[in-house]
């Protein structure tokens, strides 16, 4: 009997996964296996928000295996270590694995090849799993290994062909193999108290309704406000959802499709500029306009939301009490931090990390340096004045009232310049900089 491992990394669904398909295809049974990594659980930016939504996700994988007559077969410890005792214990022939950009990622895919190559097995990568577009399939026509600028990349992206979207096997076999429980991660710290969790059976759901319905206000409406996003990006890091299985559903004909389209690209292009820049993780993508300086007490009333601007102060507290917050709250307390205050842009990068349920390396990463001008943005000079988004993004203050109950007294867009009222700083704290407008 000839047996295949599908070894899930951030693609935890079974709709329209190419590495458990390509195991299901090509063996007469099926490991589905998940490595709970050690190393990735000793970094400090793997805050309890991830773990939390990754559990659930992990939960909900195994529910919809056990649907198919399967099961997740978990193991903690070294990915390459555990992979290669299930191989040998079953004697596997090949392990299917998704490709992904990450430094971590390639090197984990090199040291399991070189492991697997020991016992006769192979190792099989799969592109177009996590991204629609893999980043080997665009190249400029410079020549340059990858777009620098999104524009032009996402004219060609909108021209590359989709694989069809495979549909989930109906039956797998598992061969006996030991496994762990399913991992919880209740001693992991304190998260966000309303932090959404689940995964592909709860993605799903919410596809649907967002396609029914929100995604045609998308881009219109006032995404702070209104709460006009999707709230996909969880499902969509974690692999919960499959964006291939998305975008043929989406009706790029409205401006709410093309919008959500674009950002779905957004996603791909980061993608594909972290894996020929690997090094973009952290350090600069190129020189930006700014000499950062230390100022540890203006970090930290950023973090905490205590800047005493509020519609700054409201995204962060956001932040911490749901593990995320609307793409505008994101550029705008970046661009905060990095254009107001003028720290260092990887002092923001690690907090999202460490509380955003969908922060990944390439989205995550790049997004930040494009607001610090150290990115991809032509305009590195780019300033977002935090009293001009308030106004724009909420003009009648509803977004920060709710956030900041402290000045839910104040009316209409008075609440966005409380040092004009009589607010004493013990309710809310005076502003920590000057910004042109006040």
Known sequence: MSIAVALFTRDLRVHDNPVLVAAHRAADAVVPL?????????????GPNRLRFLAAALAELDTELRSAGGHLVIRHG???????????????DIVHIAADVSRYSRDREAALRERLARHDCRLQVHTHSITAVAPSDLRPASGRDHFAVFTPYYRHW????????????????????QSDRLPHFAD??????????????????????????GIGHYGSADELTADATSRLSPYLHFGCLSVTEILPRID??????????RQLAWRDFHHQVLAARPDAAWNDYRPGPIRWRDDPHAAQAWRTGNTGFPIVDAAMRQLL???????????????????????????????????LVDADVANNQLNWQ??????????????????????????????????????????????HRPWRTSTPPEIYPAPITECPGM
Do not use: C
């Open 321 to 355: 009490a749901e593990g995320w917050m609307p793409g505008r709250a994101r550029l705008i307390t970046a661009g905060f931090l990095t254009k107001t205050l003028r720290l260092d842009w990887r002092l923001g990068a690690a907090h999202f990390l460490r509380w």
């Open 252 to 261: 790029t004909t409205t401006p709410g499709g093309e919008a959500f389209s």
């Open 78 to 92: 070294d990915v390459v270590d555990e992979v290669e005792r299930v191989v040998a214990r079953v004697h596997a």
């Open 370 to 415: 494009w607001m610090a001008g150290t990115g991809t943005d032509t305009r590195p000079n780019r300033v977002l004045n935090p009293l001009r988004q308030a106004a724009r993004h909420d003009p009648a203050g509803d977004y920060v009232r709710h956030w900041l109950p402290e000045l839910a007294r104040l009316e209409g867009p008075t609440i």
């Open 34 to 46: 998940f490595v709970v990594d050690e190393t990735i659980l000793r970094i400090p930016a793997v």
């Open 158 to 177: 909108q021209q590359v062909p989709l694989r069809k979207p495979l549909a989930a096997p109906r039956t797998l076999v598992v061969p006996s193999v």
């Open 188 to 213: 992991r710290g304190e998260g966000s108290p309303h932090l959404a969790v689940g995964g592909e059976t709860t993605g799903r759901k919410m596809l649907r309704r967002w396609l029914s319905g």
